[in-house]
């Protein structure tokens, strides 16, 4: 049982239910963070929402725009869904890897028609037990313990951060810095300053008619980051930008493109390389392995002079 008084870390789940069934939408005494990631909480805008939430988002994203975890509770059916949530306001780039896709079932599987968040797949799912102070939280008839429903929080975002590929443990992390963030940028950044890097002195860009083709290179199977010529050979260099996904989904996503442009381009000597925002083991044993894979480490600097009219 986990009741107002207590000091277990997820307090806020049960005001958060006993809440969702008053007309009170406020929602400011709520925490703002929870396990380095941004919490949000939601009863409606204006009027009581059917499917009240409670979202952890990453620096980057936000639940109007980004994938992430969600407690959602359909009040009409007493169901508290831990969810893989997905916004429903905007599609964003990317979203949960194919191994969370294909193993856990979507929400308008398990709750038959839902007023929203259908597309969304299930984790974990509570009938809650709602008294005059106290929640309880129940499975299958089960009575569930406060420290097994934080577990499975704790779970949930744990392979949220690993599926993002980031550690927030402390003030250096990706998420505090904001690399995150830069990443979505960073695409951009390499093109208008193409002369400027590495890449530049020995690959070139691909023109058509004036226009660039190069970014975001349009195949058949999706597009590809940076498709740029080796300024010598002209073989071709597909390069891809590690963003918000791990590093088994990068490794995949660049052997497909290289593999496609060996075919379609009639390339057999096509090379890679990944980009990404720090050191990693996984990307460096596949590098070893795999021959024409190459992996690159960006580093972002701020310098700050005055200002002199």
């Known amino acids: 049982?986990?009741?107002?008084?207590?000091?277990?870390?997820?307090?806020?789940?049960?005001?958060?239910?006993?809440?969702?069934?008053?007309?009170?939408?406020?929602?400011?005494?709520?925490?703002?963070?929870?396990?380095?990631?941004?919490?949000?909480?939601s009863f409606g805008m204006g009027m009581p929402a059917r499917v009240p939430w409670i979202?952890?988002?990453?620096?980057?994203?936000s639940t109007s725009n980004g994938y992430y975890p969600v407690y959602l509770y359909y009040k009409d059916i007493n169901l508290l869904i831990l969810s893989f949530g997905i916004s429903e306001t905007s599609e964003y780039e990317t979203n949960w890897p194919n191994s969370i896709q294909e193993s856990y079932p979507r929400i308008s599987e398990v709750?038959?028609?839902?007023?929203?968040?259908g597309d969304s797949f299930v984790f974990k799912s509570y009938e809650p037990v709602i008294e005059a102070?106290?929640?309880?939280?129940?499975?299958?008839?089960?009575?569930?313990?406060?420290?097994a429903?934080?577990?499975?929080?704790?779970?949930?975002?744990?392979?949220?951060?690993?599926?993002?590929?980031?550690?927030?443990?402390?003030?250096t992390s990706v998420v505090s810095t904001g690399l995150f963030y830069m990443e979505k940028q960073l695409e951009d950044f390499i093109i208008e300053n193409w002369a400027n890097t590495q890449f530049g002195s020995e690959l070139d860009l691909i023109y058509e008619e004036g226009n660039l083709k190069s970014q975001q290179y349009r195949t058949d199977i999706g597009p590809i980051d940076i498709l740029a010529i080796e300024r010598k050979t002209k073989k071709h260099v597909v390069i891809e930008l590690k963003k918000n996904q791990t590093s088994d989904d990068t490794v995949g996503q660049i052997l497909r493109y290289m593999g496609?442009?060996?075919?379609?381009?009639?390339?057999?000597?096509?090379?890679?390389?990944?980009?990404?925002?720090?050191?990693?083991e996984k990307l460096d044993y596949a590098r070893k392995m795999i021959p024409g894979l190459e992996v690159f480490i960006y580093e972002v600097q701020f310098n700050l002079k005055e200002y002199i009219k």
Do not use: C
Not at 111 to 117: A, F
Not at 133 to 147: K, M, Q, W
Not at 152 to 167: A, G, S, V, W
């Open 55 to 61: 979202s952890f988002t990453a620096q980057g994203m």
């Open 111 to 117: 709750v038959d028609n839902p007023p929203r968040y």
């Open 1 to 41: 049982m986990i009741n107002l008084n207590s000091k277990g870390k997820i307090e806020f789940l049960t005001e958060f239910l006993m809440q969702a069934h008053e007309v009170n939408l406020k929602t400011s005494h709520y925490p703002k963070d929870f396990l380095d990631l941004k919490m949000k909480v």
């Open 133 to 147: 102070n106290s929640v309880h939280f129940a499975r299958g008839g089960a009575v569930l313990s406060s420290e």
């Open 149 to 171: 429903v934080e577990s499975e929080l704790t779970d949930m975002l744990n392979i949220y951060k690993r599926t993002l590929d980031l550690e927030v443990k402390n003030e």
């Open 260 to 280: 496609w442009v060996k075919e379609k381009l009639n390339d057999p000597e096509v090379r890679g390389i990944i980009v990404a925002g720090k050191y990693d």
